[in-house]
């Protein structure tokens, strides 16, 4: 299909992820993780809670193997 009129249809892809993690700053879960998570360790690069709630969020959305997760977190 051609335009018409000077108007061209655009089709994109929304995956679920924003709408989760709207949900999850909705209902604190990071900051629940947080509060019953240790986060005092020098030797994580990242904080448990983030990591939890990106597994949590990769269950939800696509639930890939943990070996893809940073694949599926970097997309």
Known sequence: MGSRGGFELESEVVAALPI???FF??????ETLGSYLPSNDA???L???VVIALVVANIVVSHRPLYAIS?????
């Open 20 to 22: 989760v993690e709207h």
């Open 43 to 45: 030797r994580l690069r």
């Open 71 to 75: 694949e599926w977190a970097g997309a």
């Open 47 to 49: 904080d448990p809670a």
């Open 25 to 30: 700053s909705r209902i604190g879960l990071a």
